[in-house]
């Protein structure tokens, strides 16, 4: 079935840049789309952006506008976060998710089915 593994998060100063990466492996019997979400120490899980199942469409939480972009290329079986211009309050897990249900599944964490075991970003001078 679908598994999702992130990579890519680390250690940065603040303004720096980082790229996140999900392989998805395993077989979807649709088209689907994908999510990303970050969860910070005492907070609630936060939405960042969402990309439809052929990277047509995307859509971003205000607080990573203009900084994070979100993207996929399938013939790799990966979805990318690249986030620009870090700053402390980015400090997070990362995770990925994929709605086996939805083409373009936007901001609401209970239409994800399959998640990823996270990636820590941390952003500190």
């Known amino acids: 079935q679908v598994q999702l593994v992130e990579s890519g998060g680390g250690l940065v100063q603040p303004g720096d840049s980082l790229t996140l990466s999900c392989v998805v492996s395993?077989?979807?019997?649709?088209?689907?789309?994908m999510g990303w979400f970050r969860q910070a120490p005492g907070a609630e899980r936060e939405y960042i952006s969402t990309?439809?199942?052929?990277?047509?469409?995307?859509h971003y939480a205000d607080s990573v506008k203009g900084r994070f972009t979100i993207s996929r290329d399938n013939s790799k079986n990966t979805v990318y976060l690249q986030m620009n211009s870090l700053l402390p309050e980015d400090t997070a897990v990362y995770y990925c998710?994929?709605?086996?249900?939805?083409?373009?599944?936007?901001?609401?964490?209970?239409?994800?089915?399959?998640w990823g075991q996270g990636t820590r970003v941390t952003v500190s001078s």
């Open positions: 998710a994929a709605s086996l249900k939805w083409a373009f599944p936007g901001n609401s964490a209970r239409v994800y089915d399959v």
């Open positions: 395993g077989r979807a019997e649709r088209p689907y789309g």
């Open positions: 990309i439809d199942s052929l990277g047509r469409s995307t």
